[in-house]
């Protein structure tokens, strides 16, 4: 399979696209990003690094974040986290509130916001924010490899400043003690992590382990194949809110999107695959990173579906 | 692979459990079931057949009809069929109506109950029911090798009788010009579909062209890889209702469940499985029957998650 | 009071809006009507009458008849009735069917089309639709004093063509086991109800004993008066879908409305009104009605409120 | 109409049930209070008191509180205010959010959290919570004729600890800037209105205006009659949450309830009345005050609906 001859083919494919979609502005530090933005890195299960276009510029990863974060949440308190969160889709928007009441204060999935803030409020427990960011910070740096990784505080100052959809949310399940700690350092935590700053060459290696049974491309272990495999099925089903169907009928590959116009998609046994693009599409992911995503994946036949 | 070898170990670690969940009991015809009965038939895609219990013993398939007509439909209409139904999971139970209501008469996805009821109507267009159920019943003999496919009439006149929230879906989306036959006929349609009654093998061969690109194990095309790779990812994310999540995160393959027991699942490349047990769990899916697959796809490393 | 210089008033006040509002076009007899058409009656408790423009031409009273039936209803089964039917606002539209889901078959109200469907199941109980309303036709009769009230067949025929909603309410009611007649018998005395043809006068007269402690001009009882205070309530309360609360606060009476443009008022101890105007708002009331009925309260000081 | 004879009468129909129902428990200062405790008080439009019980002891009104800033907030925005608060009943429970996101961040009516948490906002209006709840605090006394009147401390401090849901709804609609001020700030004021404690004659007084056209006893304006007729219809329809429909198809009369076993009702033209005792039942009302509240409607014949 020729890499690089695929990635032209994607650019091809692309390349009227470019610019597409809406950036998000409901934070200034997003809104300010140029449109025209898109890259795209794929790093193979034995550690080859594929790069196109603005690949090397690193971008708010926002929800995407949230895998690493329930990586690292399983790692803490394993599968008693399915106690606190669910694993079904939603069928509802990425900031909805219907749900949880109607589940008394317990989120469909880790991927959806509220489900996010359950997973951070696991990793706070009881400690300080900065402890709890310090450890995902190294987490990222680890499974990247590259010390490089820093949290963007000005993105982190912003969502602390406009999220009140989520503090509703989290004082929301507060009330119903599916939230441990004091609403503002679970927040802390929440605002910071989507503030984590990237590029898709370092997005695509972290997201490695999870292309690669568990194992980054060194070889060592971040968690068991039997966790990356299910992290994947969550990925699939969740990761993309109201849109996930359209994503796995679209691309066939487990998926997360954030704000910020970022996808990491997982090619089990082949590759972790990182797209940026900033404009967002009506559901609020990456409309040309979709678009790019849906290329590689028809052009490299890794769709997970046959 | 030895797949006697580890369908032995499958029925190792269902022993303890056969007859664990609860018969559906809404129509007559199914509650009278055995409970006991468990059967279970891998199809490869080289054509190999491998049975376990009492996986020669027909049975209602039910929604599992819903993958083989939604095959037909697309075959029929093409992807203009998505005006009329979505690719999203529901997030809600198979006979839900809320999610119609707020969406003006547009299910979700095909395979809860509104989304198949359009489904069928696609089907019919302009004709008899009796028409269109010949050609449902050609299909799943031509993709199953087996003219002795019949529908069971009891179950579906049983339907047909106690069928009310579907008369209700039925009636629903109507009145907002998204069932476009009389009412009665394309509820006679759908009635008679779920009572179509396959053993496992019979299932698993019907169910084969997935899991081999489109094509039956004899090579016959029955559709596009890519049209085959779709409705496995519908299956993966909208297969087992408001418990698609679960399944996916348990045995990592494209699955239909039916309210008889029945599960058809899909490992690409690879095989078709069928397994049927009577008694099903709260979200109304075979327990046993989950068990089984979830049994399978760790042994045989299928799992299309890496 | 001088009741024929405040109806000039309120005809002065509607003057410049005879023709607002949007006729109902969802079924063909009620499209056709002339939407500047006007009238209102009123009967005081000692039986004078006063009437305005068109008080005395037959219009289609539609869901106007729902106090009536409820009447009917309430005299043959008592309070047990309120298993089957709640007491609250609904908070929804006329034809919602998400409450029903949300609460397992019970309709939130009697005037809500689900709750008035359950009504008429309950004067049906196992008689043939034609004896039912049979029934419902003598008692319009009797409390209007009036042997030419009708029931218009067309605009029946009509809404059993066209009422699919409603079908889809009654069978999904049907299913939750609280609707205990066929469907279509029930829908059949429904929609029969709803086209019953009053004028402004008839419909007047009929719901008199609602503003005259249960009884008649002429001093027949027709239900205790504490029965004609709990109608009055859930009028009040109930009579306008989710328009009730803003009705109650501009108008201040208890009042119900159809989609033919016709709303009958109760000032209790004072009169009983009836106002029709085709023309509807957004909520599916008559928009100039309510105006007349507005300007009525605030001339006499009729408002329960004080 | 001897009222001294028809309170005797109340007791005798309440005395089998004092104490049944609920004490509220989610604040500690709440959950302490003897359940045996009944108290009720009726000024009629002439200035008389009479008094039954524990009518002088004060307890802490709750929600009966929004009644009077509802009036403030009217006097100072007029009728403007009804661009971010509806009045509509909401058919959900006093604390949900879901139809907050239904229909954007405007809560359906002032009398349920989410509504009364907008007015709190109206009055704050760039002010200091100190400031605003001074206000507050003379209006009661004003209207109530008594300088004793308090906040109770303890009690606000433990809402403030306890308030989850509230900071969830007012984070929420903050988002949609359906709250303009600080959201702690805001809350501050809400909790603290909130914590007013009134005994039954203190509060029966404090809302005569509203059974007097506007007016109090001494024939002080507060409101014009059209306000009070308002607000009472606005009682009567929202006042007790999901609830409404049954208080006023018991009783018969504009209320309005409070967690803390306080009811105000209005007989306009008549008497305001003050009931407590503090077991709620299954809604949230006080289980033996709307008992109370029944049997002296039925006593007095003061029912609005005739």
Known sequence: MDMRAILEGVKADVAGHIGEG????????????DPSKFG??????????????????????????????LTLALGRVGEGLWKRVGREP??????SIVQLEQEHGIPRNPFINAGAIVVADTLLSGHEPRETLGEILSFMR????????????????????????????????????NI???????????????????????????????????RMAEGHSVVSSERARRINALMLTCGHYDASGDFAFRVGLPG?????????????G?????????????????????????????????????
């Open 180 to 214: 441990m700690n004091p609403v503002e350092k679970t927040l802390g935590v929440y605002f910071h992590q989507c503030a984590l700053s990237l590029s898709c060459i370092q997005l695509a290696r972290a997201g490695l382990f999870l292309a690669n049974r568990g």
């Open 90 to 95: 939603s069928g509802t928007p990425f900031n």
């Open 22 to 33: 809406k950036v998000a502005d409901y934070i200034p530090a997003l809104a300010k990003i």
């Open 40 to 69: 795209m890195a794929v790093v193979t299960v034995d550690g080859e690094v594929f790069a196109l276009g603005d690949a090397d510029e690193p971008f708010s990863i926002q929800s995407v974040s949230k895998v690493f974060t």
């Open 142 to 177: 680890h499974v990247a490899g590259d010390d490089a990784i820093v949290i963007d505080r000005e993105v982190a100052r912003s969502e602390q400043q406009t999220g009140f959809r989520n503090a509703a949310l989290a004082n929301y399940m507060f009330a119903f003690s």
């Open 270 to 306: 082949k590759a972790a695959i990182a797209v940026w693009s900033p404009g967002l599409n009506a559901n609020g992911n990456s409309a040309t990173g979709t678009r790019a995503l849906e290329s590689l994946a028809r052009r490299t036949g890794w769709s997970i579906f046959g």
């Open 256 to 268: 997360k999107s954030g704000v910020g116009g970022g996808i990491l998609a997982i090619a089990p």
